[in-house]
């Protein structure tokens, strides 16, 4: 497996506003998976997207990837102060989930 | 049911000593990782169990860290004769299967050297 680049570093916004990131990898993969991580709840799985699909949704994240730029997206929509947390990306290129984290983006949601 | 569970949920020791952090995966979850997040930073793999094949040790950072883990259940973290870089929160994972699957995470154990 390889690290993602999580983009931009740090997100700041008030609640109900929007919220996008982005990731970029440099080698082909199976699938990407995100994650995020608070201080309440620790480490969670948030969407798998295969290497085969372009969108996926779940709730209020919307995820896209793009293979040929080598790219991905999560978005989330109408977010709330419980959304504050560094989300990662994780490119699954191996025979495994073997999940390989950069330093994510840290998104901070103002009431 | 119940998630994955670690112990201790923090440990500090003193440098030189050796120290064993324990993981309970979710029953019935073939794959179970071992990942290491310095303060600010990612995750480092470290090792990887599935069923009964041997493990992937690719990401140990030096022979003073070993794990083993018994068929499908609990799994141990060893690291001998701690250093002060090997302050970090140890983080296990486990999963259904080694195929795309996602991780359930524990809480980690949080691990001090003096």
């Known amino acids: 497996s390889q690290q993602g680049e999580e983009d931009p570093q740090a997100l700041s916004i008030q609640e109900g506003e929007n919220a996008t990131m982005n990731c970029s990898y440099k080698t082909s993969i199976n699938n990407l998976q995100w994650y995020r991580q608070n201080s309440g709840r620790g480490l969670v799985h948030l969407i798998l997207i295969r290497s085969n699909e372009r969108e996926k949704h779940s709730g209020r994240l919307r995820v896209t990837l793009d293979t040929s730029k080598k790219s991905s997206s999560l978005l989330i929509t109408a977010s709330r102060a419980a959304d504050t947390a560094s989300y990662f990306c994780?490119?699954?290129?191996?025979?495994?989930?073997?999940?390989?984290f950069g330093a994510g983006t840290r998104l901070a949601v103002h009431p | 049911g119940a998630g994955v569970s670690q112990s201790p949920s923090n440990k500090v020791t003193e440098k030189g000593k050796d120290v064993e952090l324990r993981c309970d995966p979710i029953s019935g979850h073939t794959a179970l990782y071992w990942y290491r997040q310095r303060l600010g930073q990612g995750l480092e793999f470290l090792i990887y169990f599935q069923g009964n094949s041997a493990p992937d040790k690719s990401g140990l950072p030096s022979d003073r860290f070993s794990a083993e883990r018994t068929g499908e259940s609990v799994s141990t973290l060893t690291i001998q004769r701690t250093q002060q870089e090997d302050s970090a929160v140890y983080l296990c994972a486990s999963s259904l299967d080694s195929g795309p699957y996602e991780q359930y995470f524990g809480p980690g154990t949080r691990l001090t050297v003096t």
């Open positions: 994780a490119p699954i290129s191996g025979g495994y989930n073997k999940l390989i």
